[in-house]
């Protein structure tokens, strides 16, 4: 079964542990483990376990932001579907207005695109009174309008927050990758060390200290 991050750490943590809390193992394993080699292994483990703390709050955050950006989105998504139907309700047989106002046009599914149609349907609409007065019955006034476009600017900040996060966590996960690699390299070796020189009867003295030799 695959082990996860969390056990893969503690795993390392009471080799390092074990061997840095026994005199007897690390006298046995100098010659190939002095200790400034055997200091390394605490730095390691210090630099692993604080990498996957940073990419775990890196990782929350760019959820969070992601997940603020799709809400005002879709929100304004909602809006702009029931501002298209309404202006074609309101002007069934006049298609130059529908031309006027992009009703030709599909919406698309990116997001550039997406804010791009909004944002010059709003112009359009907002730029035809005799329109306005007509939407004015559902609530959607020049001032109501005016609040959607002002939302549009929001939600673009809130996509490039999104965006800024999404790469902080991704440089946080290779972090994370990088210093568990590092990590466990480092173990591996010192388990092999370990079992050069414990073996038979021996390894119970590396058991005691929570050390399992494979």
């Given at each position: 079964?695959?082990?996860?991050h969390?056990?893969?750490?503690?795993k390392?943590?009471?080799?390092?542990d074990?061997?840095n809390?026994n005199d007897?193992?690390?006298t046995?394993?100098?010659?190939?483990?002095?200790?400034?080699?055997?200091?390394?292994?605490?730095?390691?483990?210090?630099s692993?376990?604080?990498?996957?703390?940073?990419q775990a709050?890196?990782?929350?955050e760019g959820?969070?932001?992601?997940?603020?950006?799709n809400?005002a989105k879709d929100?304004?998504?909602?809006?702009?579907?029931?501002?298209?139907q309404?202006?074609?309700?309101?002007?069934?047989?006049?298609?130059?207005?529908q031309?006027k106002?992009?009703l030709?046009?599909?919406i698309p599914?990116g997001?550039?695109?997406?804010?791009?149609?909004v944002d010059?349907?709003l112009d359009a609409v907002?730029?035809?009174?005799?329109?306005?007065?007509?939407?004015?019955?559902?609530?959607?006034?020049?001032?109501?309008l005016?609040?959607?476009?002002?939302?549009?600017?929001?939600i673009?900040?809130?996509?490039?927050?999104?965006?800024?996060?999404d790469?902080?966590?991704?440089?946080?996960?290779?972090?994370?990758?990088?210093t568990?690699?590092d990590?466990?390299?480092?173990c591996?070796?010192?388990?092999?060390?370990?079992?050069?020189?414990?073996?038979?009867?021996?390894?119970?003295?590396?058991?005691?200290?929570?050390?399992?030799?494979?």
């Amino acid at each position: 079964m695959k082990r996860t991050h969390e056990s893969e750490l503690e795993k390392c943590r009471v080799l390092i542990d074990g061997v840095n809390s026994n005199d007897a193992i690390k006298t046995r394993i100098a010659p190939l483990y002095p200790e400034a080699k055997l200091a390394e292994g605490p730095v390691l483990y210090n630099s692993a376990k604080e990498a996957s703390n940073v990419q775990a709050k890196e990782k929350a955050e760019g959820m969070a932001a992601v997940r603020a950006f799709n809400v005002a989105k879709d929100n304004m998504h909602e809006n702009f579907v029931r501002l298209r139907q309404s202006v074609r309700y309101f002007n069934k047989a006049d298609v130059a207005l529908q031309n006027k106002v992009y009703l030709n046009e599909d919406i698309p599914g990116g997001y550039s695109e997406w804010d791009n149609l909004v944002d010059r349907t709003l112009d359009a609409v907002l730029d035809t009174p005799a329109l306005l007065e007509k939407l004015e019955l559902l609530e959607m006034g020049a001032t109501v309008l005016e609040g959607w476009k002002a939302e549009l600017l929001t939600i673009k900040q809130l996509k490039n927050v999104a965006l800024k996060e999404d790469g902080e966590a991704q440089m946080a996960s290779d972090k994370k990758r990088e210093t568990m690699a590092d990590l466990k390299a480092y173990c591996k070796d010192l388990r092999e060390c370990l079992n050069l020189f414990y073996y038979g009867s021996d390894r119970q003295a590396l058991e005691q200290v929570g050390i399992v030799v494979k």
